[in-house]
């Protein structure tokens, strides 16, 4: 059964007449109370992933409809409110009386799964309220009331949780917060299950056992694979391993499927049986080697069938299908640039109304175009992730998003989804949310497709949270070391090619223009929020990166979400006109800045490390590279765009560049 559970609850009216006296009350803690909190481990030692709650009901496969657990955030700024509710309609108690509660990391495996580090470490405080989900839709103050069945105060050596000390009184005036220890502790805080449920201790785990080792002692079963990835047309073995001998066959099977991934993607048995006097079990899952481009897939292996008196100690396992019918795009990666096959898709005359318009004329003719009302959408940051997927997607592999600053491919599977971002990708603001002043809001959190938008204006600043032309890919530890540094602070890591530096230039650049209230400006300004750095160190990513097809192409994808474009992508000499040496000029869309005679070719990065690329060679061309005293050093002929290695020192040449009965000249500088 799929675990259902809000976070967050509805406002309730606080002046609640009680109508029951705390005697009453005292009375339920005792052992006749019919569903007790009876164990909370709310801090686990490293990532912190293995926190879980669990229910003790006074009769063995007791229904739990109708009752809600809910946790309340006792710090100063939680001001007592709840922060998470788990709706137990559907679920029952074990043959010991027990519901655990928890992630799939936690073993014995929980009847209930809740996502990796959502328990709060405290002080705060769980409790069961006979009532419904909706009674939670926000947060709520913590109260008491007839509903109230059991409630657990926690902490880990933290000061405060006063509030909720005071408030939970009424139901048990001598109730306490109860303490499991430092954080990183290996404890957990369980109820007195040998003293009738009178009292707690503080003592190591006991998930899915009565905590004074009565009852029923579970038989665990452990399944294990060698691997957590294979490839179409590889067979691997999962091996099933009981803790103790089972006395009679144990029958049990198996699902694996999850999303796309079915019963046509693989073969083997699924119907596993441990015999008798046995304490393991083996299958063979072979992977269909198909020619479909289904992308990789993640199968999610899962138990069931279980008898009453077996646990299993894992579950759920995620294990990874890589399909080998990737596709290849003709177009190369940002470290390996091609030019001219991904045209731009602009509607006809898209950009026809700036010409003739120079310095904030033509600021303001741009930003009519891309911020116009209307016509301009806006998407969700839970849409972004569809988005990169198709525009970063990497052209060597369509299952795999292209990393900006790391400039490697990455599986799209391997979006992060936790609080652990290694080895994972997530969403980059090349523009740092805290130096733009745009943050999310709660409907940020629901990834609604490209066909539901909300309109925007140039004065919205608030959806430059999810305005993909300024968003990309990006290494998980790379994003947190990046930070919100400014560029010419940040210039990526050591190593790379820095073939995403024009990218990410023209990405901020274009915040400018698209929203009022965002300046890109030279240093390092701190404390001024709308302001961003270094002009002068993007401005010079810009020149010696021109835009790519990878560019081109994700600018189109990026289009047909939000119906806009980045006119730097389209018109890279944009720049120029805005910020660069054109500043005043009327802007002329068929004049080039680099043109010298009409013979059109750029060459860059300048300076360089002794790689150049060559761009707009139309016709057969010769290149001459002279020293500053006049000595040809090496020619070449290029018939069309290319990459040469020059193998110079360092220091500053002269290139001539000679085609179609014209010559120019451009000064070199090698590093």
């Known amino acids: 059964m799929l675990s259902h559970f809000r976070i967050f609850g509805k406002n309730r009216n606080m002046n609640r007449i009680i109508t029951f006296l705390i005697i009453v009350f005292v009375t339920q803690l005792g052992f006749g109370q019919i569903l007790r909190i009876n164990e909370l481990d709310c801090d686990t030692p490293g990532t912190d992933d293995k926190e879980f709650v669990e229910l003790k009901s006074q009769t063995p496969n007791f229904p739990l409809d109708g ?22 309609d559907g679920y029952e108690t074990d043959i010991n009386g027990l ?8 073993s014995p ?26 009674d939670f839709e926000e947060p709520v103050l913590a109260y008491v009331d007839e509903t109230l069945i059991d409630v657990m105060l926690y902490q880990t050596n933290d000061s405060d949780g006063q509030g909720l000390l005071t408030i939970f009184s009424e139901f048990d005036p001598t109730i306490t917060i109860l303490n499991e220890g430092a954080g990183n502790n290996t404890n957990s805080i369980q109820l007195d299950n040998g003293n009738n449920d009178m009292g707690y201790l503080v003592q190591a785990p006991t998930p899915r056992r009565l905590n004074d080792g009565s009852g029923v002692v579970l038989n665990g079963i452990l399944m294990t694979l060698s691997q957590t990835m294979y490839n179409e047309g590889e067979s691997f073995d999962i091996v099933f391993t009981s803790e103790q001998n089972v006395t009679e066959d144990l029958n049990f099977t198996l699902n694996l499927n999850n999303g796309t991934f079915d019963a046509s993607d693989f073969t083997g048995n699924t119907s596993i049986t441990i015999p008798n006097g046995s304490n393991t079990a083996t299958t063979t899952i072979t992977l269909v080697d198909d020619t479909l ?11 069931t069938g279980l008898p009453p008196t077996f646990s299993a100690l894992n579950n759920n396992l995620r294990i990874r299908a890589v399909d080998n019918d990737f596709t290849v795009a003709s177009f190369g990666t940002p470290i390996n640039p091609t030019y001219g096959i991904v045209e731009s898709t602009q509607p006809d005359g898209y950009y026809d109304s700036l010409e003739g318009f120079a310095d904030n004329a033509l600021r303001q003719g741009i930003q009519s175009i891309i911020a116009e009302e209307g016509v301009v959408r806006a998407q969700t940051y839970a849409d972004i992730v569809d988005i990169l997927k198709e525009a970063d997607q990497n052209p060597e592999n369509s299952n795999q998003v292209w990393l900006v600053y790391k400039e490697i491919g990455r599986a799209k599977l391997d979006y992060q989804t936790t609080s652990s971002n290694i080895g994972k990708w997530n969403r980059e603001h090349t523009y740092p949310r805290s130096r733009g002043g745009f943050n999310n809001i709660e409907a940020d959190d629901i990834a609604d497709g490209r066909d539901i938008f909300w309109n925007t204006t140039a004065d919205s600043l608030r959806h430059g949270n999810s305005d993909a032309h300024a968003l990309r890919a990006v290494d998980g530890p790379e994003n947190s070391s990046r930070g919100n540094q400014h ?34 400006v030279n240093g390092f300004p701190e404390g001024t929020v709308g302001q961003l750095g270094d002009l002068a160190t993007l401005l010079d990513w810009h020149r010696n990166d021109p835009p790519d097809d990878f560019e081109m192409n994700r600018n189109n994808v990026v289009y047909t979400w939000q119906f806009n474009r980045n006119p730097l992508i389209d018109h890279p000499d944009l720049v120029e006109y805005i910020w660069g040496t054109n500043v005043g000029d009327p802007w002329n869309p068929n004049l080039n800045v680099d043109e010298v005679n009409d013979l059109a070719v750029k060459i860059f990065p300048n300076p360089s490390n002794g790689t150049i690329n060559f761009l707009g060679i139309r016709n057969n061309t010769f290149v001459d590279i002279f020293s500053t005293d006049g000595r040809k050093l090496s020619s070449f002929n290029l018939e069309g765009d290319r990459s040469i290695d020059l193998n110079l020192k360092s220091g500053l040449y002269l290139m ?4 179609e009965g014209k010559i120019i000249s451009k000064k070199l500088i090698i590093n």
């Open 67 to 88: 009752y809600v657990v809910v946790f309340f955030n006792g710090s100063t700024s939680g001001g007592n409110m709840s922060y998470l509710a788990l709706d137990l």
């Open 99 to 106: 519901l655990l509660i928890g992630s799939t990391t936690v």
């Open 109 to 134: 495996f929980p009847q209930y799964i809740i996502p990796q580090n959502v328990i709060q470490n405290g002080a705060d405080a769980v409790a069961i309220y006979q009532a419904d989900e909706i």
């Open 293 to 303: 481009d289904e992308g990789d897939e993640e199968m999610v292996i899962r138990v």
């Open 487 to 520: 560029y010419g602070q940040y210039n990526g890591p050591m190593g790379t090619l820095g073939g995403f530096k024009g990218d990410v230039a023209r990405s901020v650049l274009y915040m400018e223009l698209r929203y009022n209230g965002l300046q890109v």
């Open 656 to 659: 001539q560049i000679s085609s």
